[in-house]
């Protein structure tokens, strides 16, 4: 693999100073505003990935503070803490999809509850049609 050209490279790393001024401004604002702190939040306000802002250790552990605080806690740089191997993008990934399997599994229940009752509906036809048919 080629290395990427020195203007590439710098290009690069505008962009991400960028993205990481915006979403600096953007924890910032929603603090100061009192409102919900959270990845998605912070993401939208700013015009960048909840990915960048989960690859981004002093991000991440400054909007982890905010949602552990409840929004109250100093935009300033933190040492990282925690086990890193597992993300919060995959713990609240690992979350969406326990919540998902439980509502398939209710909704097959209905389903087959509504599906035996449809069962016994169509005995009951086709028991009353022969009674018509041999008489």
Not at 10 to 25: V, W
Not at 109 to 134: F, H, P, S, T
């Amino acid at each position: 693999m080629t290395p990427l050209p020195e203007h590439l490279r710098q290009a690069t790393r505008t962009r991400t100073q960028e993205a990481d001024k915006r979403a600096r401004a953007a924890l910032a604002e929603l603090a100061k505003a009192g409102k919900q702190i959270s990845f998605t939040a912070v993401a939208r306000q700013a015009g960048v990935s909840t990915d960048f802002l989960y690859r981004s250790r002093e991000l991440r552990t400054q909007i982890e503070r905010h949602r552990a605080k409840g929004g109250s806690a100093s935009v300033t740089p933190a040492e990282p803490s925690g086990d890193w191997s597992t993300s919060a993008a995959v713990r609240a990934l690992s979350a969406r999809l326990t919540q998902q399997q439980q509502a398939h599994r209710e909704e097959v229940a209905r389903l087959r509850k509504a599906l035996g009752i449809a069962q016994g509906e169509n005995l009951d036809l086709r028991r009353r049609l022969a009674c018509y048919e041999a008489g």
